[in-house]
């Protein structure tokens, strides 16, 4: 059954039955995922469904890619643990708001395309650390509250949780042997579900922790202090949530575009991923970002259009209206044993296959991220560490490339012909290559194999250009594409050159 649905600008062509099977199989996926992140934040599993259906209705309908799934993400709730537990839920639904904002400009200003320098060995350290941490905190299920002390399962109780996690996971691991149609772990979760039901095994149960029974979201400015000092403590931690977020929602967005053979629009969706925060803030969920688990799941079931991901929300409103009795006697066993699988799935299990073909500073720049992730808990911080080492080493490794070829010309001129980029890594290297005393009354400087990157390379021409006149002897620059001719033309200090045989090179832009 196909037709034709108009969303404010997409028109796209939809298949309605894929969409709605999509929309409800990634619902049921996306449940036991936003439970299991409440309950790590020490939140309501009530604000992980809240988070589900705001950030996976809006960001369907205004996001900027279809297909792609967003909700209550392990990913920023992680970043927001410690603000929960210190300040408590009210201090955390202002920070998931701010945030929203910081990444709506993001989206306003069009600096969506800065995911791209993200370096591979840093994405590889970030989703390794990510893993770690959701499978460290599914062992903190295993502890129990007793006269207000917090002890490890023994005995019973523990052999009964532990053999149905391990059942979970072999669920999890052989059913998509028997079928693909239906998610393995809903599958999972279903027959664990059944199994405690039936033979009333005692165990711990969502309810336990919680009750999620709930009406629609309702408007709730958070109860914080409008204060300098409040803002002092949410920023940092916004901040972050931010950059986790985008980075996250981004880079699935280039994942989908590469399955899809299609473009999305990376600041759309940052406008939309930071509105569906906002929101979010205001309505009581914990925020989040795109999911890609469930957005392979979704692409898998053949969607291709916002549908999908509207069927999702609404499906997980009606579960919050209508299903609490049922969920809240899911045991928490099933729900450790998909997370636990969620875990294995976010490792990046290539990046130990292909270890000893990586350069040793990538391996080091992997495994310094996914440290600061683990011990830290914040992984915007890794990440920024990481970008900033990798592009240390890229300086570094660029600043060894300048070359220097020297002639004497014709006309009795010695030329030195310059390669590799000439920016503040190199100059030292470039200022050694000239002998000023002893070259003759004219020095050409050719640029053709070269580049003036930045304020230190035209410093570089400022220092060379006033030794020569010193001297007495004059220095023509060739071959300067215009862009960096514009670069020493508005440099006050530069001494002119004559420039000659400069060709027009023709950029690449964004």
């Not at 600096?111 to 460290?136: D, E, S, T, W």
């Not at 903190?140 to 059942?167: A, C, D, H, R």
């Not at 002893?438 to 030794?467: E, W």
Request: hydrophobic share 55%.
């Amino acid at each position: 059954m196909n037709s034709y649905l108009n969303i404010f600008d997409f028109k796209q062509k939809v298949n309605y039955k894929t969409e709605i099977l999509a929309g409800l199989t990634v619902a049921m996926t996306m449940i036991p995922e936003s439970l299991s992140f409440a309950i790590l934040a020490g939140l309501s599993p009530l604000i992980g469904l809240y988070a589900a259906f705001l950030m996976g209705l809006i960001t369907a309908i205004f996001g900027g890619r279809p297909g792609m799934v967003s909700g209550g993400a392990g990913a920023t709730v992680v970043v927001l643990i410690a603000l929960a537990k210190v300040h408590g839920t009210e201090y955390l639904f202002a920070a998931v708001a701010l945030a929203g904002l910081i990444q709506f400009m993001v989206g306003v200003f069009k600096l969506g395309k800065f995911v791209r320098l993200i370096p591979q060995p840093v994405m590889y350290g970030f989703l390794n650390g990510l893993a770690i941490i959701i499978f460290m905190s599914q062992i903190e299920q295993f502890k129990i509250m007793e006269n207000g002390n917090i002890s490890w399962l023994s005995g019973q109780p523990l052999y009964i949780m532990g053999g149905l996690t391990v059942l979970t996971i072999t669920i999890v691991l052989t059913f998509p042997r028997i079928t693909k149609a239906v998610p393995a772990s809903l599958i999972a979760i279903i027959v664990v579900f059944l199994l405690v039901l039936g033979f009333n095994i005692d165990t711990k149960t969502v309810g336990d922790i919680a009750g999620i029974k709930g009406g629609l979201p309702s408007f709730h400015i958070p109860s914080v202090p409008l204060s300098l000092e409040t803002l002092k403590i949410i920023f940092p931690f916004s901040l972050i949530m931010a950059g986790v977020g985008l980075i996250e929602s981004l880079l699935t967005l280039s994942m989908v575009d590469e399955i899809t053979n299609t473009r999305g629009n990376a600041n759309r969706e940052a406008m939309a991923q930071g509105a569906a925060n906002v929101v979010n803030g205001f309505f009581g969920g914990m925020g989040g970002c795109a999911m890609v688990a469930q957005t392979l799941v979704n692409l898998n079931a053949g969607s291709r259009a916002r549908l999908a991901g509207i069927i999702s929300a609404l499906t997980i409103l009606a579960i919050i209206l209508f299903g609490a009795p049922v969920i809240e006697k899911i045991p928490m066993a099933a729900l450790v044993g998909v997370m636990i699988m969620v875990a294995i799935g976010t490792f990046e299990w290539v990046s130990l296959r292909i270890i000893n073909k990586m350069p040793k500073s990538d391996i080091f720049v992997g495994i310094l991220v996914a440290l600061i992730t683990v011990t830290l808990h914040n992984l915007a911080l890794a990440v920024l560490v990481g970008v900033i080492i990798s592009a240390l080493i890229f300086a570094w490794d660029n600043a060894k490339r300048i070359r220097a070829r020297k002639h004497i010309n014709p006309d009795g001129a010695k030329v030195y012909e310059i390669y590799g980029p000439l920016f503040f890594g190199s100059v030292s290297t470039f200022l050694e290559k000239f002998d000023i005393a002893n070259d003759p009354d004219q020095v050409i400087i050719d640029f053709k194999d070269s580049r003036v990157a930045d304020m230190s390379a035209i410093d570089a021409l400022n220092k060379i250009t006033s030794r020569y006149a010193e001297q007495g002897k004059r220095v023509v620059l060739k071959h300067l594409s215009q862009d960096c001719r514009s670069k020493l033309e508005k440099a006050k200090g530069v001494i002119m050159v004559t420039m000659e045989d400069d060709p027009k090179y023709k950029v690449m832009s964004d």
